[in-house]
């Protein structure tokens, strides 16, 4: 077997290599909620793993960088010593989505750079990505319009991705730790045939045609860069709003945090990070009480700055945005601040666009 | 290598002792600083405009800029006011007590780029200590800069910090220094007037001088308009930007202004970047 290697095999030969791996590795999969949905958890065999789903509310980062994550512990009787948490178990991350596998390659890239985050990279190097393409999206899904689904292509983060072909699956190893884990699990494929290849370009085909929500991106990158959206629009926006931040804690994109000491006792505590949100009225306070952001309006405003323009396009190398419809189903303000729904208020703006300067530095 | 300071974890900071704690106004004191390691101490440099991320163990952690000059080794000093948390918790230490520091982070005032030129510092209240960091080490290499103007500002006498070391500058022969305070008191026989009343009282030339300029935004404001009209070009004008912060190396989000973020990109501006930030500053 070899990277970029395109085999098949029998589901059941996948589910096997899985239950011989959780010696080793922690499994975590797709299961049946009590209501039918899917909650993807840790699973003790593969019997719990179902392909009844699309895609679950809750994002997949929790399991790369938990809403709440010790970063140290710290002890201020006697001597002061800091102290690291213990490294994370080795997981894998099995049948999750292109836009989640997507997500977390802007997670790996944000959080390396000029400083290397060390608390996510000790918990994703330990991590293994096998991601199922999808055949169908849900209502609310527009992976097309962002470019990050339903199926991914090389070099777009997966270390394995499977595709259902009914009764078997098509493997593609996207790196060497994906091969090694497959390696590891003892598991055996033949090349994919002809007839197989061509069987995910038709589901892949037919997939693009079933989606039933757009967003058109370009125009609202146009609008948020050269800052063409009248101050009024995002006046209504910030009337709608909660500030509830649940578009940002599902967001597969979304990585702010914020940092806290908690004492555990007399003399002993540890210093956490918990995510955060800059649609929450506190997200910009200062000591003093002033808070550059106190209106809703400014920080809708924010959001889609951060998700649209194009200055920070050029820094990050791609939109805000993986298309994953989860801001659709969660946000309060029902069909009104979505990231579609936001895109089709500013083009409907109609104010023509001029392009201007953009930002070079 | 990856971390903020030199251990390989980015978030983890290095243990200092407080060595020193001077009073400089009400609600305003210097804590000296020393790293508990020697060889990080030996190895530890900064640059003017640069800040640390201090931890006091159980309140938290604040960005503090260095308010000394990077030419002394042994420690350096934060300048801070009790403000919230973590600012009051600091407050209630003691010399001898054990904090944390992550830095050297941010980027820094230019130093080298402009040796020859005239420059004008405009200080108000405790936007002076980030400018000590930088007027210090320019003292120490005097020569290598045209003329030092140092204009500073403060409600009111009490309030001024650096007291003795105001009365150090004003024995200076070879700087222009004026203070002013916004309202005076019964022994104060300075300028009264905010610290932009100041300027009709200096001549410069705009085209050979750069400003440098840390304060409240509502001062930085009228400073900087004020410097337009006398006829400085925007990348000729330095300041300091602030935002809530705290992870302190562009992570957590919090500083973002536009598309720049505050402890990474900043915490030092030119007007003419700040002019091009799509936000308010």
Known sequence: MNVGDKLSAPK????????????????IGPTEGPDGEVIF?????SDEITFNYVNELDPIKRFLAPPTEELFKFRTDGQLKLELPEAPPRQILFGIRSCDVKGIQHWDKFYSGKFVD?????RRNNTVLISLACNEPLETCFCICTDTGPYLKEGDGYDVQLTDLGERFLVEIGTDRGLQVLEEAGFKAEAASAQELAKRDELMQQCDTKFETTAFMAKGIVQMTNGRVRDGLWEEMGHECFSCGACTHLCPMCTCFDVQDVMESEGCGHRERCWDSCQYAGYTREASGHNPRASASSRIQRRFYHKLSFAYIKQDGHHGCVGCGRCIIACEAIGLLDLPAVLKRLRREGQPVEVTQVPTE | MSGSNGNGHLYVPQLAAIVKITDETYDTKTFTLRFVDDDYRKNFTFKSGQFIELSVFGAGEAPFGFASSPNRREDFDVTIRAVGHVTNALHAKREGDLVGVRGPLGNHF???????????????????P???????????AREKFGRIIILYGARTPADRVYKPWLAELEKRQDIEFMQTVDVGDDSWTGNVGVVTTLFKKISVDPSKTVAFTCGPPIMIKFVIQDLLQMGFDGDHIISTLERYMKCGVGKCGHCAIGHKYVCTDGPVFSFTQMRALREQW
């Open chain 1, 12 to 27: 059941d030969q996948i589910l096997k290599a899985l239950d011989r791996l959780r010696k080793n590795w922690k499994i």
């Open chain 1, 118 to 122: 060390d608390a996510y990279f000790a």
């Open chain 1, 41 to 45: 958890r840790e699973v003790t065999s």
């Open chain 2, 130 to 140: 980030p400018l000590r960091s930088l007027i210090e080490p320019m003292l120490e």
């Open chain 2, 110 to 128: 230019p130093f080298e780029e402009v040796m020859g030129y005239d420059i004008l510092f405009v200080g108000g209240g405790i936007g002076l």
